[in-house]
């Protein structure tokens, strides 16, 4: 209906314009997040060359249909699907091939070696001394003597291997044995209980209504979050924003 519309040069009515780019706005944004989710988590800095551009075009092929309704709306579909199978085919030739990877997304380069700057690799990524000054500043590296090793990632992020008198004392250095600690599972998020994270820690809904209740917590719903560290230790927070408690197994 809308395309005969545009052929005849006219445009819906106001209410049914509005109601129309509303709803190929939904789809285009459901498109777009779908797409987005399945080229993975990833974040904007963290993006190769290539993802950069399709998530850029897709951004720019979503815009004009959105607002312009004489266009059909697969004409902005298609080409945003296609955007991504030719991501997707990139990304697998890059898993397969080392060479392939090299072309599509470069290599990581090394600019600083034994506390030296390699001014001509420097010159090569067009990658200015003040940037990487910077970026040592940032990662609490304040002297260039002290880095063993600074590598420019393909993606664009600097890693810093400090030399090894400078590197952070750790347990294993000074022969200490620490005991090993998972990551905290949370149980309850604004008065809700994650039923399926108590299950995997072996617990469940009766365990943790009984441990509130010893801390005169009646409802789950007063709660606002808790988790379990390693020791079955429950640490929570109740919603009038008191000082978080804790308390044992």
Not at 5 to 20: E, M, V
Not at 221 to 249: E, M, P, W
């Amino acid at each position: 209906m809308s395309n005969q519309i545009a052929h005849r040069g006219l445009k819906p009515a106001g209410g049914n314009l509005l109601l129309i780019v509303f709803i190929r706005t939904v789809i285009l944004y459901t498109v777009i997040i779908i797409i987005m989710r399945l080229m993975g988590k990833r974040q904007i800095g963290q993006l190769q060359p290539s993802e950069l551009v399709v998530a850029l075009v897709i951004a720019d092929l979503a815009a004009v249909p959105m607002a312009e309704v004489g266009i059909p709306l697969i004409n902005g579909i298609v080409p945003i699907i296609t955007l991504f199978v030719a991501e997707e085919l990139l990304s697998y030739i890059s898993l397969k091939s080392d060479r392939a990877r090299g072309i599509i997304s470069g290599k990581p380069s090394i600019i600083v070696e034994k506390g030296i700057i390699l001014e001509q690799e420097l010159r090569r990524l067009r990658y200015n001394i003040n940037d990487l000054l910077e970026q040592l500043r940032l990662s609490n590296v304040f002297d260039i003597a002290d880095v063993d090793f600074a590598i420019l990632e393909t993606s664009g992020q600097l890693s810093i291997i400090p030399k090894p008198e400078k590197r952070p004392l750790t347990p294993r250095d000074m022969d200490i044995q620490v005991p090993y600690s998972s990551l905290p599972v949370t149980v309850i998020i604004d008065g809700k209980v994650n039923s399926a994270n108590l299950y995997k820690v072996g617990l469940d809904e009766a365990w943790l209504h009984s441990e509130l209740k010893k801390n005169r917590i009646r409802d789950i719903r007063d709660v606002f979050f808790c988790y379990l560290t390693t020791d079955r230790t429950l640490h929570y927070q109740i919603k009038s924003k008191k000082t978080a408690n804790r308390f044992g197994k």
